[in-house]
């Protein structure tokens, strides 16, 4: 946020010394009016062809110079911050998520989760199914539970596969 506050200040400064050079400057060209009387115009509507061209345009300028840096604050400094939130809320959900679904799996589908995960989240099945000390036919047919739940994504590498673990346990 301190980032956010002094480029406002920068923003809002450069736009006010824009308009008031612009503001003075038409000021030093209709040399028979009075700054008041400039003024006074500019707000009642009531523009006279000797005011230069310059002065109702210095007002508008400023306004859409503020605008614009807003517009710029809210895309650059706002946004990123408001998605870096949310990334955060949805990674502390899929550890909520991850948690409840590991506290349902029994013993032989957590050592098939503990031997993917010691070997990075990606392992043959076959070396899986040795590492867990479990049968092939079960080995596959948890690895097809989990597959179904898309808890692990499953690859046909040669005479076996090669299983991953999804984010949803990761």
Not at 55 to 79: C, E, H, K
Not at 131 to 152: N, P, Q
């Amino acid at each position: 946020m301190e980032k956010l506050k002094v480029l406002f200040i920068v923003l809002t400064s450069a736009a006010t010394g824009l308009a008031l050079s612009l503001f003075l400057l038409a000021l030093f060209i209709s040399e028979d009016l009075s700054p008041l009387d400039i003024i006074i115009q500019l707000v009642i509507g009531n523009l006279q062809t000797e005011i230069p061209f310059i002065v109702p345009i210095a007002p508008l300028l400023f306004l859409t110079t503020i605008l614009a840096s807003f517009v710029g604050i809210v895309y650059f400094l706002v946004i990123p911050e408001i998605r870096t939130y949310y990334q955060a809320d949805r990674e502390m959900i899929s550890d909520k998520v991850a948690q409840q679904i590991r506290r349902t799996l029994n013993s032989d589908e957590r050592k098939i989760i503990e031997v993917l995960e010691a070997h990075g989240g990606t392992y043959l099945q076959k070396y899986i199914s040795k590492e867990a000390e479990l049968s092939r036919l079960k080995t596959h047919r948890i690895i097809a539970r989990f597959s179904e739940r898309g808890f692990v994504q499953v690859a046909k590498k040669g005479n076996t596969n090669e299983v991953s673990l999804t984010s949803l346990l990761t």
